[in-house]
T-cell receptor, first 113, second 116 residues
Framework: SQKIEQNSEALNIQEGKTATLTCNYT??????LQWYRQDPGRGPVFLLL?????KEKRKERLKVTFDTTLKQSLFHITASQPADSATYLC????????????FGTGTKLQVIP | DAGVTQSPTHLIKTRGQQVTLRCSPK?????VSWYQQALGQGPQFIFQ???????QRGNFPDRFSGHQFPNYSSELNVNALLLGDSALYLC???????????????FGEGSWLTVV
């Protein structure tokens, strides 16, 4: 069966360090992989999208890698700040004609001042 | 420019009742998707509407139905509510012509449904 796995345990990190979150998937051939941020009680907010033929994507302090051989994406936040504390969701979009997105369970990041 | 708006924000229903949730997509968007998010879980895809038709459906029973209006707004209906239907219901909008081009999907803040 198809699975998207993110570390369900919360990740605690010291302010200023780099946070690295992992997303592994099985039985998928995604055309795109997306990362979202979700704050408690709010809807997800889109952060980054990476295509299957891209290895790495950057946006300000964020970096995403995508390894289709390992079936894994890594999401990095450099120089982390307490304001980065949130749940981060990995999502896959298949290559079909419609924009259907399947989400992982998310990893909660806590940046400690 | 208003983003995705959903109503109501919170509601409480009794088992067996029916509920209707509403969504107005971001201005210019023509595609609406609905997701159910239980506590501690990621959003689960319910279905997607485009041109007033259901295009795709996730693994949800027929008790979940929807509609899209000519102005692209959408409704999610859930009949015969069960306790397990308690969740955050999220609406997401996008533009079909930009699908697979890396366009952003916008989510609303959701409707919290509690079934007692």
């Amino acid at each position: 069966s198809q699975k998207i796995e993110q570390n369900s345990e919360a990740l605690n990190i010291q302010e200023g360090k780099t946070a690295t979150l992992t997303c592994n998937y099985t039985n998928y051939s995604p055309a795109y992989l997306q990362w979202y941020r979700q704050d408690p009680g709010r809807g997800p907010v889109f952060l980054l999208l990476i295509r299957e033929n891209e290895k790495e994507k950057r946006k300000e302090r964020l970096k995403v890698t995508f390894d289709t051989t390992l079936k894994q994406s890594l999401f990095h936040i450099t120089a982390s700040q307490p304001a980065d504390s949130a749940t981060y969701l990995c999502a896959l979009e298949d290559s079909g004609g419609y924009q259907k997105v399947t989400f992982g369970t998310g990893t909660k990041l806590q940046v400690i001042p | 420019d208003a983003g995705v708006t959903q109503s109501p924000t919170h509601l409480i229903k009794t088992r067996g009742q029916q509920v209707t949730l509403r969504c107005s997509p971001k201005s210019g968007h023509d595609t609406v998707s609905w997701y159910q998010q239980a506590l501690g879980q990621g959003p689960q895809f319910i279905f997607q509407y485009y041109e007033e038709e259901e295009r795709q459906r996730g693994n949800f029973p027929d008790r979940f139905s929807g509609h899209q209006f000519p102005n692209y707004s959408s409704e999610l209906n859930v009949n015969a509510l069960l306790l397990g239907d308690s969740a955050l219901y999220l609406c997401a909008s996008s533009l079909v012509s930009e699908a697979h081009s890396g366009n952003t999907i916008y989510f609303g803040e959701g409707s919290w449904l509690t079934v007692v």
